[in-house]
């Protein structure tokens, strides 16, 4: 293994939270295909954003940050507005998951990846409604399996199992 690799911390708390947010909506900023999103059509106001994600992120890996919101209100305005689909949303889970892996390394790291991945795919899904296949249980994770029966009583329509409600 990559002693490099090994020589990241694992996300703990909200320090490294804020540190992570902080980096990768810097990269997110400077990207050619996501920049103007934030700051031209949405008209983000860093200052308020950013502490909304703080605690958006400590709420989903810890369960701590006292995040209330709509992810996915926030997401469907802008589909009138721009491109919102798969590209936009492929380039930010890869921003997003290149930042944790040049940042951080562990458990906390890996588990905060697999749920940008979900969010991604079902905002990308829901804001455009198109069908999102990882929502076969046949496609699930067992990760994932777990993770979702916590969210919504069990559904018949996909298998017993639902998308969360936070996206």
């Known amino acids: 293994m990559n002693s490099n690799i090994q020589l990241r911390p694992d996300i703990e708390g909200r ?5 992570l947010i902080n980096a ?20 983000t106001d860093w200052g308020t954003h950013l502490p909304k994600m703080y605690a958006f ?13 709509s992810p996915l209100a926030a997401h469907a305005k ?23 892996d040049d940042l951080f390394n562990g458990p ?13 795919n079902v905002i990308q899904s829901r804001i455009n409604h198109v069908p999102d296949p990882r929502f076969d ?5 067992p990760e994932q399996r777990e993770r979702y029966a916590r969210y919504r009583p069990a559904s018949a329509g996909l298998g017993g199992l639902e ?3 936070f996206i």
Not at 15 to 19: K, L, T
Not at 87 to 93: M, N, V
């Open 24 to 43: 990768f909506y810097s990269r997110v900023r400077a990207d050619d295909v996501l920049g103007f999103i934030f700051d031209d059509v949405a008209g």
């Open 108 to 120: 906390h790291a890996e588990h905060i990846k697999n749920c940008a991945s979900d969010m991604a």
């Open 137 to 141: 249980p046949a496609n699930l994770t």
């Open 15 to 19: 320090v490294e939270i804020e540190q």
């Open 78 to 100: 802008l589909v009138q507005l721009t491109q919102m689909g798969r590209p936009q949303f492929d380039r930010w889970l890869m921003l997003f998951c290149g930042t944790v």
């Open 163 to 165: 998308p969360p409600d």
């Open 57 to 69: 992120w400590e709420t989903v890996l810890f369960r701590s940050g006292g995040y209330t919101g």
